[in-house]
C-alpha cells in the first residue's frame, strides 16, 4: 500500500471543499486497486456528491437543519455550536473508498470526492490517500 498526507486550508466557515482533481493526481497512472480518503479528523468527514450544481451548498444547509448551531451541545468548548461538528463524522464519515481502474477514479459522471468541514475553529485539515493496488 501506499499512503500520502495533503493539507488543506478550509478557512474560517463551514465548507464542501471538492478535492478531487488532487485525489485524481495522485491516483494518475497507478493501475487498478482501491483508493482510500480518509481525515484524520474529529470535526470532518468525506463525502462523495455532485458540486457546482448546488448541492454543496444543500449539504451545509441540510446539515444545518439536522445539526443547528446553537447552545444544545454538551461537548462546548470552541464557538458556539461547536459540538454539532463532533457529531456530523457519524453522519458523513471521515472516510470514503473509490474502485481505480487503470489509473482513473471509477466515479460516476456527477461525483466528486469532497473534505466537509464544519469546524471553524480549524483553518487547516490532513487528508491521508491510501492506494492499495
Known amino acids: 500500500m501506499d499512503s500520502e498526507v495533503r493539507s488543506y486550508r ?54 444545518e437543519d439536522l445539526l443547528p448551531r446553537d447552545d444544545r451541545w454538551k461537548h462546548r468548548h470552541g464557538s458556539r455550536g ?14 470514503a473508498t473509490v474502485p481505480v481502474l487503470a489509473g482513473r477514479l471509477a466515479l460516476g459522471t456527477w461525483q466528486s470526492i469532497c473534505l466537509v468541514d464544519l469546524n471553524v475553529d480549524n483553518e487547516v485539515r490532513e487528508v491521508r490517500l491510501s492506494f492499495l493496488s
Open 82 to 95: 461547536h459540538g454539532r461538528s463532533h457529531v456530523m463524522p457519524a453522519l458523513i464519515p471521515p472516510y
Open 10 to 63: 478550509t478557512g474560517a466557515r463551514e465548507v464542501v471543499l471538492d478535492i478531487t482533481a488532487d485525489v485524481e493526481e495522485y491516483v494518475a497512472g497507478r493501475g487498478d486497486g482501491l483508493l482510500q480518503v480518509f481525515v484524520p479528523h474529529a470535526t470532518a468527514g468525506i463525502a462523495i456528491l455532485e458540486t457546482g450544481a448546488g448541492s454543496d451548498d444543500d449539504l451545509l444547509a441540510a446539515l
